[in-house]
């Protein structure tokens, strides 16, 4: 039998090594489950029972759309009395709501109970909610 070049030998190795890993991505007894490694955005939707103009989330005096620390990575949008936030939330904040000279009418505490809506029970995946306040 003829001996094998290094070439094939490498070719070999690398064919080898590319089975291996391939079993490491699927779901095997004892090795758990591959997670993407991504951050998945969640969406909150705010309905305003009252006279609001505006409505942000704040974690202390940090609210949006200025936020430059837990909400910096949250976005929103309004349609008539709902406020629709899309991004990373922090587990606690508050609702900020102001009238049409930005004065605070209201800041109100809420626990959110998220539903995820993709991804897997193991691995995590986007979040949603609906929240009413009344003012």
């Known amino acids: 039998m003829p001996a094998r070049s290094r070439p094939a030998r490498a070719l070999g190795l690398l064919a080898l090594a590319a089975a291996a890993l391939a079993g490491c991505s699927a779901q095997s007894p004892g090795l758990g489950i591959a997670c993407?490694?991504?951050?998945?955005?969640?969406?909150?939707?705010?309905?305003?029972?009252g006279d609001a103009a505006h409505v942000n989330l704040c974690v202390g005096d940090d609210c949006t759309p200025a936020s430059k620390e837990a909400l910096a990575m949250v976005d929103g949008t309004s349609d008539g009395d709902t406020w629709t936030f899309s991004g990373q939330?922090?587990?606690?904040?508050?609702?900020?709501?102001l009238d049409a000279?930005?004065?605070?009418l209201a800041d109100i505490p809420v626990e959110v109970e998220?539903?995820?809506?993709?991804?897997?029970?193991?691995?995590?995946?986007?979040?949603?909610?609906?929240?009413?306040?009344?003012l």
């Open 36 to 49: 993407p490694a991504i951050a998945y955005g969640s969406t909150l939707r705010v309905a305003v029972e």
């Open 114 to 134: 998220w539903v995820r809506t993709g991804g897997s029970e193991e691995c995590g995946g986007p979040l949603e909610a609906s929240i009413t306040i009344r």
């Open 101 to 104: 000279d930005r004065q605070v």
């Open 89 to 97: 939330f922090p587990e606690e904040f508050t609702i900020r709501a």
